[in-house]
């Protein structure tokens, strides 16, 4: 242990960090156990005790500890801090605080400062019709749930950036330290300017366990773990110890220093424009697991071991015995020096919290929607791609949509960030590079730059880690601010589970917590999507994370397969002005056809489904056959398709069809952009085949229109998991999403057919097998079919 | 850059050794660019050069000077050591010295040793048809791909586990050790046993970039990268440089180290039996990207730029001055002193090869199958419940397991481990403690094995990375042998993209990779599943992994869902006797009713769905519905709906049928277990109502049976993201798959049903009502619930 320097506090100071931490250790205890006797007034009864004892003591203690200590430096320093929880279930830490600072009641007026208050508070705590043992939405001060572990430091950084003047304290616990997503974002520092932005405070809480195992950190050598530290780029400043005097000023000193190494770094960057990455401080605090509950309880050591993980003492209702330590631990936080008579904070203890907006709980960073300001948002139709006919020219769409978003950078300089793997330039953004950097903090070439610019203010960040990404930008948001994320479509995959529990928060925040603002909407755009991973093979190739996406609540996600240039930007604007959304958008990053007007996308995408006139031969009759797609690669095939039947076989009526918004598909009961459907069966008929080329696992359109009355009249091609090394042609056939598989579907669904559809059949088959020889033998695709234009016009 | 000692090598092994690196640079560059003209025996021509230029240059040369040293000690030392190429594209170094070694004219005997096989070697990669540009399953001595990052060292921990001769060398690449999954599985050294277990030799491979932007470690100071990895545990040796004369005995000189340490550590513990974790050591590797590439091309950096990622020089063609610079390039390797004049290796660098298995590219550890022994089994039916009749007792079905689990260790302590996120007691497999411990090398204390005890000889590896854990399973598959992993249902998406390019590996290398032997299939229990997690909430509900899986190719995925303990002994043993495929396992940990004798549960198993003709009062008769379930807490609640309806609507003819396997539900077009469709509405009828209660999202089975005659009258219940703190029976509810929804929703749907059928569902909804004011108010279910029986019996 870190000797701490001799009277860091004066006895005034540690008597009050222990009476805030004794308080707020007795609130946490109290939601544990406790539905009466709150105040523990009289001798505690069985039926005082909750019927169920949910929730998780093990780090409370330490947090406690850590909040009482944070509110001193605050109170000292004026300071704007957040606290974000990692250790999963330690909600009671963080609810207890809320409480000891006055927002709880303020917030939930039923929970009030006063003996029934009180009981309520202790009482609604892991209950049906109450608050959950994480720092669920429902939770003042947090943006961090922390159900799911790793991204506790991604989104404490996240919240920094852009924000000079916050400090986010992160408490990241034994067990979270051990996931893949937290051991990388260690390395956040290196994207974090000191002038710019402002400071984030990991504060390692290692109690020595996680569930019910010793942890790693815990139980390596100290020149091991601090040596780890030191390589991650921090100054760590180790805090151990059990005895709570000896630990106050540990505490209190390393603090102190903290805070004094933070705003050296920054006035270094902010006044004396020192541009070098900075080394952060940090602290390593170790405690006892489940500090301060009894020692040992039938044998077993409790205190600073893993049976202190969740509630340490469990047959309290029927064991008299172990009723009786439970009262004597909630006693040896003396509640009778604490609080009134009638249940209020003393007024010694109300004092030690700070003010209004400065206390944690309240801090308005961490009801971000209160703080956002609306993007400024460029007019897309000045990025619009002109065309004189559908089908005639090529571009690269996510080009078209990298210049929209180099304005919208522009723009919005303070609170709009680009997140991407290191694939930015790669997914064909490049544009934002003319008005931005790649945030930079590490050493640095002039050759780096050769292809777009390193800087500690550049606003694009890259680094290989889809979880960092994610989590910085989803603290980035839950701060009120904005972004993009770009992902190639097959490593998505990688964040499904971040995804997940994102929009988890979301649904939440918005349905059932009234006080939450809403916060921008988590924009993913999905590009190198798989029909263009023919070169980099199988691994490359997987749709499914909208698969993942669906099984969401529909008040909350949203996909779109914008076909061509000109609806992606009208998309992509939707997306970025929208709040409270995940909004996954698929497109392409490779040349792809154009199809539409800015004015015609716009319709189209507001209508998110629409028949495409100029492809279609039905002439607003019932048609033989219907051909839809979603997406660019599958518009593109399905088109030809079109065209092909156009022409081989003229008196076959086709009604072509284009989905950008996924959602129209479903019922209106399961979605609520689902069309009615009278509207559904208008567009794609009662009875007829519907020939439905899809970006994704073809599975998906079923599950969207299983309820619709003409489901079975649908054929559906997708990927179906054929793919290696191919030419873009070959892996569509291998996957029957090609212009030629299509049009056979067509004339094998369509009754009635001429002599004539047998031959074009047969054709249609040997261009198949033509273009599939041509790949093997060539490596690529005959020159036409790269160039294809809609034959029709 | 770390001083070579002076003359680790003589003259002549410098020479040799530069010998082999300029081949296999040679080689790897041909793959790169040329369809013809292989041995550069006459003036390069644009028609030499393929069509389109797919590959990755960039640790090429890195990865092949590696080889070259690896194979000095290997042939120094007799090594038994296979290489793990973490760098994603990096395939053409693997192939260049797979060929080298002759290993590959082995396999494909069509691209032997002359010209015109080195011809089709160059010309079939990355070529429809041909290879990839990862080390996929059709490269001899690989069981690691890479296409997607972060899990190459966690495959050679799991390579290197029970393997105590292997020595697993593992090159991390700048661009993988910034993701997650790596950045954490550097801790795996906590869990590797000297004694007991093979060797890992991480070699960190810094070249600078990853795709377009410079990586994080190689932009730190040497002393905080040093640090890093000090504190990961290793002793890092850094061999850093451009010079190949000076690289060849710096390299030499650590390798020489590292086996010296790695033999010293061995020793110790075999011979000494010390049992305390070592410091392993371990290389970091700094290299230009592109090494011997051209210095600079158009005035742009290429050798140590990120322009040397790819294919160095594109417009060859078209461009003759490049392709001059190209044909110098080439020519800088001296292929004339490589090959001789028909091709073949001269056999001065053949002799540099290591003989037979001891090969890299051939060492039978790449090849797990071959290696593999079918596990000991013990009998299931040991472990069976014994029951009189079905839904009168409740057990914890994975305690049963566990038991189970425990047995099968027994019998397999050298081949067999089970691997879970500190969660293997929680989800109730603790019976497994009993014959071996946790897997622990780090510092532990006697209190820590109160509940588990800890040991280097542990067989449960438990660690709070899913990443990790997944990770190391999958290496200890694909190296022949065998494991179970448990999870928390949720946060098994954490793993989602891991399983899914595992499966896109077993389909690959089942039916496209003939002298690939099958593997054990990779077993997932996921525990802790939707309906159990009433209390941790919401974060802690989704039970979407099942969707991920059934995007993956049927004849590699597998879904069960055991409905009691003696169904899930049977879906057990049949698991872990398969191979090839991933079997994911839903079985909760709580207790559940039991239902079947282990006869009747083998039937059913084998048969995948059946009819429970105690639950059904249809006597053979077309029933008036259909009430059917697919999981546990989904079986009983469906179990008490039909109880429910027999009792208060007895004229009403209930057919009860259960899904064990997921895939009997697709017809035999989508999957090989799919039943047929008369067997299908044999079973469900071809027009009744079929309420069908699902553990997962409905609409997976919806996806499922779309096919279906019959698909219009299948109502599915599923969890529907309706979740907060509930009781259990609330959160059914909630999400309409509890008896009461279930029953009224067969109600609704039989038409013609008598009066009183309203006041029954008046009454069921009344219970709705009831149970969930109940639960809001105590917290609890009532004690009746909890000990539901079922009724009919």
């Given at each position: 242990m870190q000797t701490p320097d001799q009277h860091v506090l004066t006895q005034e100071e540690q008597a009050q960090l222990n009476q805030w931490w004794r308080a707020a250790n007795y609130l946490s205890l109290g939601m544990l156990y406790l539905q009466d006797n709150p105040l523990m007034t009289r001798p505690l009864e069985p039926t005082d005790i909750k019927p169920r004892l949910l929730g998780h003591w093990g780090s409370d203690p330490g947090q406690n500890f850590i909040w009482a200590h944070l509110n001193r430096v605050i109170r000292r320093e004026d300071l704007d801090m957040i606290y974000i929880a990692g250790p999963g279930h330690g909600a009671p830490a963080t609810l207890a605080n809320t409480y000891l600072e006055g927002t709880y009641s303020e917030v939930y007026p039923d929970r009030s400062q006063d003996a029934e208050g009180l009981r309520r508070f202790f009482h609604l705590f892991s209950f049906p019709g109450g608050v959950g043992s994480h720092c669920t939405p429902e939770t003042p001060g947090s943006i961090h749930e922390g159900g799911e572990l790793g991204y506790s430091l991604s989104h404490a950084f996240g919240a920094a950036f852009d924000n000079p003047d916050l400090l986010v304290a992160v408490v990241i616990g034994d067990g979270e330290a051990e996931t893949g997503p937290a051991a990388t974002a260690w390395h956040s520092n290196k994207f974090l300017n000191p002038a710019r932005d402002g400071a984030v405070l990991p504060i390692l809480h290692l109690n020595g366990y996680k569930l019910a195992n010793p942890s790693i950190l815990a139980r390596i050598p100290e020149e091991e773990l601090l040596n780890l530290f030191r390589g991650y780029g921090y100054a760590p400043h180790l805090v151990a110890g059990d005895d709570p005097g000896l630990m106050h000023e540990a505490m209190a000193s390393a603090l102190d220093a903290c805070i004094a190494e933070i705003q050296a770094i920054q006035a270094a960057a902010r006044q004396d424009h020192n541009h070098q990455r900075p080394v952060w401080p940090m602290i390593i605090l170790r405690t006892p697991k489940g500090w301060t509950a009894p020692k040992t309880l039938d044998g077993h050591i409790i205190e600073g071991s893993w049976r202190a993980h969740q509630v340490p003492v469990l047959d309290v209702k029927t064991n008299p015995e172990h009723l009786t330590v439970l009262e004597d631990w909630f006693k040896s936080y003396h509640p009778e020096e604490l609080f009134d008579e009638v249940g209020r904070l003393r007024d010694s203890l109300k004092a030690l919290a700070p003010r209004g907006k400065r206390r944690m709980s309240a801090n308005p960073h961490t009801n971000g929607g209160l703080?956002?300001?609306?993007?400024?948002?460029?007019?897309?139709?000045?990025?619009?791609?002109?065309?004189?006919?559908?089908?005639?020219?090529?571009?690269?769409?996510?080009?078209?949509?990298?210049?929209?978003?180099?304005?919208?950078?522009?723009?919005?300089?303070?609170?709009?960030?680009?997140?991407?793997?290191?694939?930015?330039?790669?997914?064909?953004?490049?544009?934002?590079?003319?008005?931005?950097?790649?945030?930079?903090?590490?050493?640095?070439?002039?050759?780096?730059?050769?292809?777009?610019?390193?800087?500690?203010?550049?606003?694009?960040?890259?680094?290989?880690?889809?979880?960092?990404?994610?989590?910085?930008?989803?603290?980035?948001?839950?701060?009120?601010?904005?972004?993009?994320?770009?992902?190639?479509?097959?490593?998505?995959?990688?964040?499904?589970?971040?995804?997940?529990?994102?929009?988890?928060?979301?649904?939440?925040?918005?349905?059932?917590?009234?006080?939450?603002?809403?916060?921008?909407?988590?924009?993913?755009?999905?590009?190198?999507?798989?029909?263009?991973?023919?070169?980099?093979?199988?691994?490359?190739?997987?749709?499914?994370?909208?698969?993942?996406?669906?099984?969401?609540?529909?008040?909350?996600?949203?996909?779109?397969?914008?076909?061509?240039?000109?609806?992606?930007?009208?998309?992509?604007?939707?997306?970025?002005?929208?709040?409270?959304?995940?909004?996954?958008?698929?497109?392409?990053?490779?040349?792809?056809?154009?199809?539409?007007?800015?004015?015609?996308?716009?319709?189209?995408?507001?209508?998110?489904?629409?028949?495409?006139?100029?492809?279609?031969?039905?002439?607003?009759?019932?048609?033989?056959?219907?051909?839809?797609?979603a997406g660019d690669v599958s518009t593109m095939e399905a088109l030809a398709a079109v065209a092909l039947l156009h022409e081989k076989l003229p008196e076959l009526r086709v009604r072509f069809i284009n989905v950008v918004d996924l959602f129209k598909l479903p019922p209106p009961s399961l979605h609520p952009h689902g069309m009615s459907d009278s509207d559904f069966v208008g567009l794609f008929t009662a009875d007829r085949p519907v020939i439905f080329n899809f970006h994704g696992y073809p599975a998906l359109i079923h599950k969207l229109i299983y309820r619709r009355p003409n489901h079975e009249y649908f054929h559906v091609h997708g990927y179906q998991e054929m793919g290696s090394i191919n030419t873009p042609l070959q892996l569509a056939i291998e996957n029957h999403i090609d212009r030629f598989s299509l049009a056979i579907d067509v004339i094998d669904h369509v009754p009635g057919l001429s002599i004539r559809a047998a031959s074009v059949k047969q054709w249609l088959q040997d261009q198949q097998i033509f273009h599939l020889n041509y790949a093997r033998t060539n490596g690529i695709d005959p020159q036409e079919i790269r160039e294809w234009t809609y034959l029709v016009n």
């Open positions: 703080l956002r300001e609306p993007l400024r948002l460029p007019d897309f139709h000045d990025y619009q791609v002109r065309l004189a006919k559908p089908g005639q020219i090529t571009i690269e769409n996510t080009y078209v949509l990298g210049q929209y978003l180099r304005d919208v950078m522009r723009r919005n300089m303070h609170n709009f960030r680009v997140f991407g793997p290191d694939e930015t330039a790669s997914n064909r953004l490049q544009a934002i590079y003319e008005v931005t950097q790649k945030t930079w903090m590490a050493e640095s070439f002039p050759v780096d730059s050769d292809g777009g610019e390193l800087s500690p203010d550049g606003r694009v960040m890259e680094m290989l880690s889809e979880h960092t990404l994610e989590g910085w930008l989803e603290g980035y948001l839950l701060t009120g601010r904005h972004g993009l994320l770009n992902s190639y479509e097959a490593f998505v995959h990688v964040i499904d589970s971040m995804v997940n529990q994102h929009s988890k928060w979301i649904e939440k925040a918005r349905f059932e917590v009234s006080w939450r603002a809403p916060i921008a909407s988590l924009n993913i755009l999905i590009s190198s999507t798989v029909w263009r991973q023919d070169h980099n093979g199988f691994t490359h190739q997987d749709p499914g994370f909208l698969d993942v996406v669906t099984n969401k609540r529909a008040d909350v996600v949203r996909i779109y397969l914008p076909p061509d240039a000109n609806c992606l930007l009208s998309v992509a604007d939707h997306c970025l002005a929208s709040t409270d959304y995940v909004n996954i958008i698929v497109a392409d990053k490779q040349p792809h056809l154009q199809y539409l007007t800015m004015d015609e996308a716009v319709t189209h995408c507001s209508k998110g489904i629409g028949l495409w006139p100029w492809a279609s031969n039905d002439e607003g009759q019932v048609p033989d056959a219907v051909v839809a797609s």
